[in-house]
């Protein structure tokens, strides 16, 4: 049974920072890039980044580029999303998904994602 569990949300500063994680289960985690989505209040989930099977590609959205960084360890399958400096705007629940792909290069849209875990809330206040 795949099971996808994020944590590390909650309440940041604007400025600060904030480690999201996300634990992996159920299937061959080396395998595949995975990705993290965020979703705002009357919002369609929009694309993070992604990280290819080997950890050593990454690619993100314009708006988090040089503040929001994405590392694996395949040995212990989990993924990271690393948040410094966040705004206020980047205030959203966030997902990771498993990509059905193992390179980055069609990892950056939601339809490319097979499994999502369930999110966590990251508030950045002001």
């Known amino acids: 049974q795949v099971q996808l569990v994020e944590s590390g949300g909650g309440l940041a500063q604007a400025g600060g920072s904030l480690r999201l994680s996300c634990a992996a289960s159920?299937?061959?985690?080396?395998?595949?890039?995975m990705g993290w989505f965020r979703q705002a209040p009357g919002k369609e989930r929009d694309f993070v980044g992604t990280?290819?099977?080997?950890?050593?590609?990454?690619y993100y959205t314009d708006s988090v580029k040089g503040r929001f960084t994405i590392s694996r360890d395949n040995d212990k399958n989990t993924v990271h999303l690393q948040m410094n400096s966040p705004k206020p705007e980047d205030t959203a629940v966030y997902y990771c998904?498993?990509?059905?792909?193992?390179?980055?290069?069609?990892?950056?849209?939601?339809?490319?994602?097979?499994?999502w875990g369930q999110g966590t809330q990251v508030t950045v206040s002001s």
């Open positions: 990280i290819n099977w080997s950890g050593d590609k990454t």
């Open positions: 998904g498993i990509s059905a792909f193992r390179e980055i290069d069609r990892s950056y849209t939601s339809t490319a994602y097979i499994y």
């Open positions: 159920g299937f061959s985690f080396s395998s595949y890039a």
